[in-house]
């Protein structure tokens, strides 16, 4: 039996905030809860075996053309302590902090359980509140109160490749437009449109640069490591193409 990686990028963890309800509606709160978020506890938890992950503080995936760590420095942190000082300086009032956690989903359950335990060390007010998948994809849709079915926070993941430049709907900042959680930021908005206009590398790498700053600057999701999927096969099993998705082409029996 050969067990391999097949996806070179693997996959980015992905802790998404609800832009538009307290207390996730300041960004000086985001970036508090970010301080809190250290990498290696997250993919620990999750993945497990060392070799099938690496922390990565770049938006884009590390090892591909745009990654850098412009900005990072919030993300890199990953001390409780310097959160609860961040979270105290912020007009944070207790506000609970609804997650979601999908328990039918072994990654981002074991992502939701860290975030919970890592928030309320660093002084929220955290409820977790187990579903299953498809009730979760269902529910971050709404932007109604967390009453009246909202929500605060909830994990997933981003395939490398869906994540490799600033054109990624991960990366919006208009919340007309842009994915769940609905963030406003008219100067990402700005720099993206800056990437998707340039005609040479180093527009394209400064535009992404500023991308990244913006991104961390608003507190708009935070990484939690990249990790990677491995496959079992048998050995007399020959050309798998290496790619973010699974191909069942071009294989054979020797």
């Known amino acids: 039996i050969t067990v391999e990686v097949n996806d070179p990028l693997g996959s980015i963890g992905f802790a998404r905030f609800n832009h538009l309800l307290p207390p996730f509606d300041d960004a000086e709160v985001r970036r508090a809860a970010l301080m809190a978020m250290k990498q290696e506890d997250y993919l620990a938890a999750a993945i497990g075996d060392p070799q099938f992950w690496k922390t990565c503080y770049s938006v884009y995936p590390c090892g591909t053309p745009l990654a850098n760590d412009v900005g990072s420095d919030v993300m890199a942190r990953g001390d409780v302590d310097a959160a609860k000082a961040a979270l105290a300086e912020t007009d944070y ?3 609970e902090v ?3 956690q999908p328990t039918d989903i072994p990654v ?3 992502f939701s359980l860290v975030t919970a335990e890592k928030l309320r060390n660093a002084g929220f007010n955290v409820k977790l509140e187990a579903m299953d998948w498809a009730t979760l994809t269902s529910r971050r849709a709404l932007r109604d109160p967390v009453g009246e079915g909202g929500w605060n926070m909830f994990h997933t993941w981003w395939i490398g490749a869906d994540v490799m430049n ?4 991960a990366f919006s900042g208009n919340p007309e437009k ?6 406003t930021d008219e100067a990402l908005e700005q720099a993206r449109a800056d990437f ?5 590398a180093e527009e394209q790498k400064a535009a992404a640069e500023k991308v990244q700053q913006r991104l961390w600057a608003h507190g708009a999701s935070g990484q939690l490591g990249q990790f990677f999927v491995p496959v ?3 050995k007399n099993v020959t050309g798998l193409i290496k790619s973010p998705v699974q191909f069942v082409w071009n294989m054979s029996v020797e």
């Not at 842009?178 to 963030?183: A, D, R």
């Not at 998707?196 to 040479?200: G, L, R, Y």
Request: charged share 10%; net charge positive; proline share 7%.
């Open 232 to 234: 079992a096969y048998r």
């Open 93 to 95: 009032d207790g506000t």
């Open 98 to 100: 609804l997650i979601m």
């Open 196 to 200: 998707a206009k340039a005609t040479t």
């Open 166 to 169: 600033p054109t990624a709907i």
């Open 108 to 110: 981002l359950s074991a």
């Open 178 to 183: 842009g994915w769940f959680g609905w963030p």
